[in-house]
């Protein structure tokens, strides 16, 4: 079937909260997003729907009537503080990856029989967003970039073979990139915080293992990469060995920007066939 997107936009306030807890664990889990005035963002919602084509249309269905059945839905939310202007946080903190949830049930709810929503993206942040298909579980996907030099070389080819496969980035002084890797972790909300990790958590374990990359060369001062190219490809596998197992079972998929125009993903070694 054919998916369509249609991408919105909405301001609001929110702040994270617990009245449960003391102002210290508060602070402690929270840090700054306790402050008792909240803060904003502009979010951007990435709606996607699926269904038959009409016929006579051509269409899944019009973008004029998805639009009108959005933002009838997000006028609840925009230029609002959602804990005190919703009805929808008062049990529970709004963090993305309880909104993203809202929202998947009040859009989903209003949709015509002949489409079905299947996908929305949340960003909070350009760098920061949540994702929702309907399921159990959320997916919640962060931005971080380092910085390094290589060279592309693999050193069981001769030098003519290295020369001809990796044309200038065999260059024998190296180059190098600004990557940017996006993280995306998976599984169940914490019912008491609202969030799928600890965001801190999550920046400091993704920077204990890109740091050492940030502004080296990887094929001179990173051991991995001694006896196999730096290709994007043996990075993100690289990246994937380093953080599954400090994300504890989390880890979903790694996207890797080696350039604008080169993009590599992976979610983790193929199950063997047996």
Not at 223 to 236: K, L, Q, V, Y
Request: aromatic content about 10%.
């Amino acid at each position: 079937m054919v998916v369509a997107t249609r991408r919105f936009e909405f301001s609001a306030a929110h702040r994270y909260w617990r009245d449960d807890w003391s102002a210290e664990e508060n602070e402690r889990v929270f840090g700054p997003y306790t402050s008792p005035y909240g803060h904003g963002h502009n979010y951007t919602l990435d709606v996607s729907i699926t269904g038959e084509l009409d016929e006579r249309t051509g269409m899944v269905m019009n973008m004029t009537e998805l639009k009108a059945i959005v933002n009838d839905v997000l006028e609840e939310f925009d230029h609002k503080h959602l804990n005190f202007d919703t009805p929808y946080f008062r049990d529970q903190i709004p963090t993305t990856e309880n909104l993203v949830r809202v929202l998947w049930r009040l859009i989903a709810a209003r949709l015509p029989a002949h489409a079905r929503l299947v996908h929305l993206r949340l960003y909070e942040q350009p760098d920061l967003w949540a994702d929702y298909d309907g399921t159990g579980e959320t997916q919640f996907s962060r931005l971080y970039t380092f910085a390094s030099a290589h060279r592309l070389h693999a050193p069981t080819l001769s030098d003519d073979e290295n020369r001809l496969i990796y044309g200038k980035c065999n260059n024998p002084n190296g180059h190098g990139h600004n990557y940017t890797l996006e993280v995306t972790v998976q599984g169940p909300i914490d019912p008491a915080t609202g969030m799928l990790v600890d965001l801190e958590w999550l920046d400091r374990t993704v920077h204990s293992v890109i740091d050492q990359l940030h502004l080296r060369h990887l094929d001179r001062e990173i051991s991995a990469f001694a006896d196999r190219p730096s290709t994007a490809e043996n990075i993100i596998v690289y990246l994937w060995n380093e953080l599954a197992p400090l994300l504890e079972g989390r880890l979903a998929l790694l996207r890797l920007w080696e350039t604008r125009k080169n993009i590599f993903s992976y979610a983790g070694p193929s199950p063997v066939q047996v």
